[in-house]
């Protein structure tokens, strides 16, 4: 069993900057995040692999960056250029398997969640 716990999260302007932090408690091949908003499905936001590999999601290509600490099992996901469009509550979410995937039932493990709130 994994557990994993976020940081980071708040309100910010429109425009503005936010670092997320998610800590895991093993080792895990795959770290992402997803985020939920109110009144919509969760999606997929971006994912790092263990080997360094990342992905992301259409909308935030070039605004957010993934990256990890595998010495301290930690993922980062560091988001400028903020829009309203971007709040959301957002998951941290762990695959111990190799692979990645863009859809939820992908990952093994769940973060309770952080609340990212941009303000125009």
């Known amino acids: 069993q994994v557990q994993l716990v976020e940081s980071g999260g708040g309100l910010v302007q429109a425009g503005g900057s936010l670092r997320l932090s998610c800590a895991a408690s093993?080792?895990?091949?795959?770290m992402g995040w997803f985020r939920q908003a109110p009144g919509k499905e969760r999606e997929f936001v971006s994912a790092?692999?263990?080997?360094?590999?990342?992905y992301y999601a259409d909308s935030v290509k070039g605004r957010f960056t993934i990256s990890r600490d595998n010495a301290k099992n930690t993922v980062y996901l560091q988001m400028n250029s903020l829009k309203r469009e971007d709040t959301a509550v957002y998951y941290c979410?762990?695959?111990?398997?190799?692979?990645?995937?863009?859809?939820?039932?992908?990952?093994?493990?769940w973060g309770q969640g952080t609340q990212v709130t941009v303000s125009s």
């Open positions: 979410a762990a695959r111990v398997a190799p692979g990645y995937g863009t859809s939820a039932s992908r990952y093994d493990y």
């Open positions: 093993g080792r895990t091949f795959t």
């Open positions: 790092i692999m263990w080997t360094g590999g990342t």
